[in-house]
Nanobody, 118 residues
Framework: QVQFVESGGGLVQPGGSLRLSCAAS????????MKWYRQAPGKEREWVATISSLGVTTSYAASAKGRFTISRDNAKNTLYLQMNGLKPDDTAVYYCNAVIAGRLSDYWGQGTQVTVSS
């Protein structure tokens, strides 16, 4: 069964940094496009970043570009999101997901809470 376990969130001051991790299982991680999403209180879940299966190509939402870096370790079946220059608007629960057989998986993990506040 497809499973995602996100970790690394926490409370950080504006301007601070966090590194999120996503441990994936139940599918061929190294063959799959991987994505980060986030959901702020009272808002729809939104896409944050995507990385290709071999990690060669990345893309970011405008809100993340220049501050966040998505990466992956295919040997560990793990996805990462390095977040620098955090802002209060980055406060959200962060989730990872995979494109499997051409579509985004229906499985979602519990997410990891990121709170940016002074």
């Amino acid at each position: 069964q497809v499973q995602f376990v996100e970790s690394g969130g926490g409370l950080v001051q504006p301007g601070g940094s966090l590194r999120l991790s996503c441990a994936a299982s139940g599918f061929t991680f190294s063959n799959s496009l991987m994505k980060w999403y986030r959901q702020a209180p009272g808002k729809e879940r939104e896409w944050v970043a995507t990385i290709s299966s071999l990690g060669v190509t990345t893309s970011y939402a405008a809100s993340a570009k220049g501050r966040f870096t998505i990466s992956r370790d295919n040997a560990k079946n793990t996805l990462y999101l390095q977040m620098n220059g955090l802002k209060p608007d980055d406060t959200a629960v962060y989730y990872c997901n995979a494109v499997i057989a051409g579509r985004l998986s229906d499985y979602w993990g519990q997410g990891t809470q990121v709170t940016v506040s002074s």
